[in-house]
């Protein structure tokens, strides 16, 4: 009962208040909108940091740093490349190639190598006599090199103990000695005591070196040289042409007469020993320069 009646009092109360003017002095209150009709604000945009403005300073007070510059290589010069990678070795991969022996190193100088020459080739043998001589054999060893002639030179002793360096190179370069007496003595007349002397003191002083060859000075011989000779273990030669350069022919004749006479065997007597030999050894550059441009080989004619 109680409930009912402070029930009725409360409307009673509230119809009374709805019923009065509103005063001017109080604040209008507009009505809230719903929910679903309040305007849209957007949000303030999240500003997005640069990459710049990551960095430690603004980008209005960045200063780039310019690095000197340098002397690089370009890029092609100094990109390292990669190691090749070598294929694993298989069951049937071959033998390997063996390493090549390096070639030594000679003590001198060689003038030129010997060429490989033909051995059906026609074949001069070269002889020279009278030396060694100080000057002119050595010029005449250049010339052979220089074509790699080999020659055979027959030598007369007394000189040979004189210059037995010269001797040495004779052989060193692939030619051969021949017994040409002590003192170029002419054999023809000489009795066996003589004979004896002059051959064998020159043959002995040449030992291994010597071959088995005597060329007697001036094709002077006798009934006895031969036989005389061979008791020595030793053969008469002789030759077969020669320029005569002993009477100091031009060099132009010396070739022209080397070239002249060429044929497959033939003996040529030249000299390197018993006086100026110069153009000898100019006419032999010239003719063994031609000769060998026709195919002509050179080897000594005593081994």
Same mark, same amino acid.
């Given at each position: 009962? @109680? /409930?009912?009646?402070?029930?009725?009092? =409360? &409307?009673?109360?509230?119809?009374?208040?709805?019923?009065?003017?509103?005063?001017? +002095?109080?604040? +209008?209150?507009?009505?809230?909108?719903?929910?679903?009709?309040?305007?849209?604000? !957007?949000?303030?945009? @999240?500003?997005? $940091?640069?990459?710049?403005?990551?960095?430690?300073?603004?980008?209005?007070?960045?200063?780039?740093?310019? =690095?000197?510059?340098?002397? =690089?290589?370009?890029?092609?010069?100094?990109?390292?490349?990669?190691?090749?990678?070598? $294929?694993?070795?298989?069951?049937?991969?071959?033998?390997?190639?063996?390493? $090549?022996?390096?070639?030594?190193?000679?003590?001198?100088?060689? !003038?030129? #190598?010997?060429? @490989?020459?033909?051995?059906?080739?026609?074949?001069?043998?070269?002889?020279?006599?009278?030396? !060694?001589?100080?000057?002119?054999?050595?010029?005449?060893?250049? &010339?052979?090199?220089?074509?790699?002639?080999?020659?055979?030179?027959?030598?007369?002793?007394?000189?040979?103990?004189?210059? !037995?360096?010269?001797?040495?190179?004779?052989? %060193?370069?692939?030619?051969?000695?021949?017994?040409?007496? *002590?003192?170029?003595?002419?054999?023809?007349?000489?009795?066996?005591?003589?004979?004896?002397?002059?051959?064998?003191?020159?043959?002995?002083?040449?030992?291994? /070196?010597?071959?088995?060859?005597? /060329? #007697? $000075?001036?094709?002077?011989?006798?009934?006895?040289?031969?036989?005389?000779?061979?008791?020595?273990?030793?053969?008469?030669?002789? *030759?077969?042409?020669?320029?005569?350069? *002993?009477?100091?022919?031009?060099?132009?004749?010396?070739?022209?007469?080397?070239?002249?006479?060429?044929?497959?065997?033939?003996?040529?007597?030249?000299?390197?020993?018993?006086? %100026?030999? +110069?153009?000898? &050894?100019?006419?032999? %550059? @010239?003719?063994?320069?031609?000769? +060998?441009?026709?195919?002509?080989?050179?080897?000594?004619?005593? /081994?």
């Amino acid at each position: 009962m @109680i /409930r009912r009646a402070a029930a009725a009092f =409360a &409307v009673v109360v509230l119809l009374a208040g709805c019923g009065q003017s509103t005063p001017t +002095s109080q604040i +209008s209150v507009s009505p809230v909108p719903s929910p679903s009709e309040a305007p849209f604000e !957007p949000a303030s945009p @999240i500003p997005v $940091p640069t990459e710049r403005e990551t960095t430690a300073q603004p980008e209005s007070d960045f200063t780039p740093q310019i =690095a000197p510059p340098t002397t =690089a290589q370009p890029e092609s010069d100094t990109t390292t490349l990669p190691e090749p990678v070598t $294929p694993a070795p298989t069951t049937a991969q071959s033998e390997p190639e063996p390493t $090549p022996t390096p070639t030594p190193t000679p003590d001198f100088e060689e !003038p030129n #190598p010997t060429p @490989i020459l033909d051995e059906s080739a026609p074949v001069m043998y070269l002889t020279f006599d009278d030396g !060694p001589h100080p000057v002119y054999t050595p010029q005449m060893l250049d &010339v052979l090199a220089r074509y790699g002639a080999r020659a055979t030179f027959f030598v007369v002793g007394s000189l040979v103990e004189a210059y !037995p360096g010269t001797t040495q190179r004779i052989v %060193d370069e692939g030619h051969t000695l021949g017994n040409h007496t *002590w003192n170029h003595e002419a054999l023809g007349g000489l009795t066996r005591e003589e004979f004896d002397e002059t051959v064998g003191r020159t043959q002995a002083l040449l030992g291994d /070196r010597g071959s088995s060859c005597l /060329r #007697p $000075p001036y094709a002077s011989m006798d009934g006895s040289t031969r036989g005389w000779a061979a008791e020595h273990g030793l053969t008469v030669v002789t *030759w077969d042409t020669s320029p005569k350069d *002993w009477l100091q022919v031009s060099a132009q004749d010396v070739a022209q007469h080397i070239v002249d006479y060429a044929r497959d065997g033939v003996v040529m007597l030249l000299h390197d020993g018993g006086g %100026d030999r +110069s153009q000898t &050894v100019i006419g032999l %550059d @010239i003719a063994l320069r031609e000769l +060998s441009s026709r195919g002509y080989r050179f080897d000594p004619l005593c /081994r």
